[in-house]
DNA sequence: ACAAAAGTGTTCAAAGTACACCCATGC
DNA sequence: GCATGGGTGTACTTTGAACACTTTTGT
């Protein structure tokens, strides 16, 4: 097979403003109503999903285009919690339809389909965790962006059911690290509902009570003198994140608490 | 300042071989007389130790390329444990000095310097566990490779030091996943070698008589009918490994005991 | 005999698990 | 009143931490 020579006119421009060879693939996980949800995007002409997405600018480092690519689609800043977790290449043809949405999911104007020409591509993996109540999804004209229940979640592209399976598994293994409900949950919020968040990603009932007591003796969570009324029993309380603690503890990387729930 | 076209003719011939812009990093470690050893590079003319490190072919994954580094500079094969833990990018001027030897540590034939002339690339970071009984150092001509103490390590390049501290704390959440003995040991040792493998790690003393219930009640080792004359004290029991039991484990990413000790 | 380090056993405290019982709410 | 689910307490089990005592070996 003839090979041409791999980097034309127009891959020299789009390299001026992106590091090609290079993807940045997001997984962004949010909490609503008992279920962790995934935000997936697809081009309305095709009618598979893929995670979110884009390349590295020449200015910015992986995180930097991680955190432009989840404030791009979500609005959510830079404090929301990210973290590596994966890379790998694969072979990449631009004439492969499956490939080439992968590609077209971000910046699809400016990138030139030979930015990847060269049959590799290595994709770096960010998980994301946000409060879902704060996003506000900000699609493109040519895409649909859409949050999918993480038990539920359509047919994907690729790798990219993979890469969920493979950021759940490492999510699992840092419980004690993550402070799930200060990333995902509004500022107050009901013991039941963190709970769930566990359950969700455990994949496994909890005992409530013994749940609460751990919880509460770890000493980040605050009671708050409310309550909410949900429905036909005891209001739960309300409690709140002890802010600061939090902070310094990621900073830190200090563990909050054991991994056993 | 005035812009070069990116690519040459010379780098179009590299990129035929190599993915530019994106680098291997590997921390590779042993153990020896009771201490962490890793395994660093220089290039004669330098007087800065690095990480042994390369770039990625075009036929393979950042995966077969770190299992190849290891391969070229300790005869190790692919049974060797090896784990991905970073990556990020950073501004690289090839007429920098610092990012020149970096470059340079591998291929430094094959690789023209304006493979990385476009002022950034990415870096992918692997921490990689070998028997320092097993490895043969083969250095090039050009180079140094040399073992040394993970407590005294010498002047390093750029982010190097960052990396290894790095991947030292990476390792320490994971020690309950990690068969550390299996990887470091060779077939046959004591229990006070395995011990100070997790006390060189944790950068803590354990209590003796309770690591040694500990490790022998999760099942994984099994002590043989010999002992090691070693000094002016009791011998110790030779122990070894239920191989099998590993290698399920590691395929399956089992949690191997608490992460506590 | 003595020092040095291995091996065994015991005890106490902390953490995790299971479950009984009471409370508040809407129908 | 009753079903639903929150909140508190207690008893049991497992795990971890501390440490006393014994054994083996070289000098």
Request: aromatic content about 12%.
């Amino acid at each position: 097979m003839e090979r041409k020579a791999p980097f034309t006119e127009s891959m020299n421009r789009a390299v001026e403003t992106f590091v090609p060879y290079i993807s940045v693939d997001c997984i962004i996980m949010g909490f609503d109503a008992g279920c962790i949800k995934i935000l997936l995007c697809k081009r309305k002409e095709s009618d598979k999903w893929l995670l979110t997405g884009g390349f590295i600018r020449r200015d910015e480092g992986p995180d930097d285009s991680a955190y432009r690519i989840l404030e791009s689609k979500t609005g959510i800043g830079r404090d929301g919690f990210l973290k590596q977790f994966y890379f790998f290449n694969k072979k990449c043809n631009a004439g492969d339809d499956e490939n080439l949405m992968m590609l077209k999911r971000l910046d699809v104007e400016e990138i030139p389909e030979n930015m990847v020409n060269l049959g590799r591509f290595v994709s770096l993996s960010y998980y994301l965790l946000v409060k879902y109540q704060d996003v506000e999804i900000a699609a493109e004209e040519y895409e649909e962006l859409e949050w999918f229940d993480i038990n539920a979640l359509p047919e994907l592209y690729g790798t990219h059911g993979m890469l969920i399976n493979l950021a759940v598994s490492e999510i699992r293994k840092q419980v004690g690290f993550i402070p799930f409900g200060y990333e995902l949950l509004p500022d107050k919020f009901t013991m039941p509902e963190l709970r769930s968040i566990y359950e969700a990603i455990l994949g496994r009932e909890l005992d409530r009570r013994n749940f609460q007591r751990k919880m509460l003796s770890i000493g980040y969570i605050q009671p708050l003198n409310e309550v909410r009324k949900e429905g036909a029993h005891k209001s739960p309380h309300l409690y709140t994140f002890v802010k600061e603690k939090y902070r310094a503890a990621k900073i830190k990387d200090v563990q909050l608490m054991s991994n056993n729930l």
